[in-house]
């Protein structure tokens, strides 16, 4: 079945930098756009960054634009979420997202604090 595991959460101070991973299992993750959602205390779920199956397309919320980076490498099976010059409102939990077959796949999520 289809797995999403998230890791690399913590806390960091305003302006730090962190670099989640997301491990997926069960599917040809080769051939799959991946997802980094997040979502804030008493707010939505939103959209942080996308990429394509090769890579060589990504996405990003204007939000996070010039400051998180998507990558991926479909040897490890892995997508990974490098966050630079974090700010407290980047405080949420980051949830690793893929659409397959029309059904679509969370995973646990990690908890990123951004405080001093």
């Known amino acids: 079945q289809v797995q999403l595991v998230e890791s690399g959460g913590g806390l960091v101070q305003p302006g730090g930098s962190l670099r989640l991973s997301c491990a997926a299992s069960?599917?040809?993750?080769?051939?799959?756009?991946m997802n980094w959602y997040r979502q804030a205390p008493g707010k939505e779920r939103e959209l942080v960054a996308s990429?394509?199956?090769?890579?060589?397309?990504?996405n990003y919320a204007n939000s996070v634009k010039g400051r998180f980076t998507i990558s991926r490498d479909n040897a490890k099976n892995t997508v990974y979420l490098q966050m630079s010059s974090l700010k407290p409102e980047d405080t949420a939990v980051y949830y690793c997202?893929?659409?397959?077959?029309?059904?679509?796949?969370w995973g646990q999520g990690t908890q990123v604090t951004v405080s001093s």
């Open positions: 997202y893929v659409l397959r077959l029309s059904v679509g796949f």
């Open positions: 069960g599917f040809t993750f080769s051939n799959y756009f």
């Open positions: 990429i394509s199956s090769s890579g060589g397309r990504t």
